[in-house]
């Protein structure tokens, strides 16, 4: 299919980030050189930092089992050409209970319904692995249902973030459909062909070791200025950015038995006690766990240990194996970050697939802006 002189084709495509949370998703799709012309989420914390690291976000506080298609394009402001998101994952998890009453596994469901509404040239879902096991694999195939013949369907398959550069090992179930009239075909060998070696746990957060405290601001973050003692790598330098500044990199203050405990932990073992792990510096970090909100108990998730010392590893290292850059701040409080970098979905990972996505597109007209 021809592509479209640059001058007769819009810059961007529009979408629309559902259950955007903290902006993993969204921030994969400005890399990927999309405009996130709509945000929604209804959990008000997950979202607290949300248009201070999007500036010119539309983000809207609702929840998406009361909107319809066209609440959606009136809130973009016109015409939508991808919705993504990742429904909440906790009614499919394979460690939770993954309750067949839990009420957020209807809105996967929802997810979908939405798209059938705009009918969007493609969509991305994003979820755990837990989605497809047999006894969630009926509640899936409904949902898809909705879909099948509008488009056209890559997956449910599993992509890990580690293998599109990520120096987290954080596997999950994706699904990509599109519209053969408006996108070039394409496969889910075509996604994985935009994958990238690994980065490990030194590359990620080794120059954070000599960072140095800036005080704290009015609002409750934490500042810190980078070290000359540590060389970045190439992936830290990437996530560094032009600022000199970031937030997020406060020690948890641990009673000496604990610190104790935890110096004993070699690098790939696991505390006794805590269940904690220590990172190995030559490897990737486990998948990064969320912990629940205050309306599920406010149980906080079993952080990983540092490489070489003797502690939990920081808000700032989490976003780092995450793959958010240091200009991303997430919330005064660590449980709460922690909260929204474990529920999110990789940039990395983010960026790569939309961006395979992305030039797929790009032969058509894309939406009037």
């Not at 629309?16 to 994969?28: P, Q």
């Not at 402001?77 to 957020?104: K, M, N, T, V, Y």
């Amino acid at each position: 299919m021809p592509k479209l002189p640059t001058s007769e084709r819009p810059k961007q495509m529009r979408v629309v980030d559902l259950f955007c949370g903290c902006g993993g998703l969204s921030l994969g799709a400005h890399m990927a050189g999309m405009e996130v012309a709509l945000s929604v989420d209804r959990d008000g914390v997950l979202t607290s930092s949300y248009e201070a690291n999007f500036p010119r976000a539309h983000l809207l506080q609702a929840d998406v089992a009361t909107l319809s298609g066209s609440d959606l394009l009136r809130y973009a402001g016109g015409s939508i050409d991808g919705i993504i998101g990742g429904p909440p994952c906790q009614g499919f998890s394979e460690i939770g209970l993954a309750a067949p009453d839990d009420p957020r596994r209807a809105l996967l469901g929802h997810f979908f319904r939405l798209v059938s509404e705009v009918r969007p040239r493609f969509f991305l879902m994003e979820n755990v692995r837990g989605l497809v096991f047999e006894k969630n694999r009926s509640e899936l195939e409904a949902a898809l249902a909705r879909v099948r013949e509008q488009y056209t369907l890559l997956g449910p398959t599993k992509l890990d973030a580690a293998a599109f550069g990520a120096a987290t090992t954080r596997p999950r179930v994706f699904v990509v459909g599109y519209d053969h009239q408006f996108m070039d075909p394409f496969s889910i060998d075509d996604v994985r062909a935009f994958g990238r070696p690994p980065a490990n746990v030194l590359d990620a957060i080794g120059d954070l070791q000599d960072a140095v405290t800036d005080g704290v601001c009015f609002n409750g973050f934490d500042w810190w200025r980078y070290s000359s003692h540590v060389p970045p790598s190439l992936y830290a330098r990437r996530l560094r950015g032009t600022r000199r500044l970031f937030t997020g990199h406060r020690r948890v203050p641990h009673a000496p038995a604990i610190v104790e405990r935890f110096a004993a932990v070699p690098p790939g073992g696991r505390d006794r006690i805590g269940r904690h792990i220590r990172l190995d510096w030559n490897k990737q970090c486990p998948t990064l766990r969320a912990g629940t909100g205050p309306d599920r108990g406010s149980f906080q998730a079993v952080r990983p240990l540092h490489p070489s010392e003797p502690r939990v590893i920081t808000v700032r290292e989490a976003a780092r194996l995450q793959g958010f850059p240091d200009r991303f701040q997430f919330h005064p409080t660590a449980w709460h970050s922690f909260r929204m970098i474990g529920n999110s979905v990789s940039p990395i990972i983010a960026e790569r697939v939309l961006k395979a996505i992305r030039l797929r597109a790009e032969a058509v007209p894309l939406a009037a802006e």
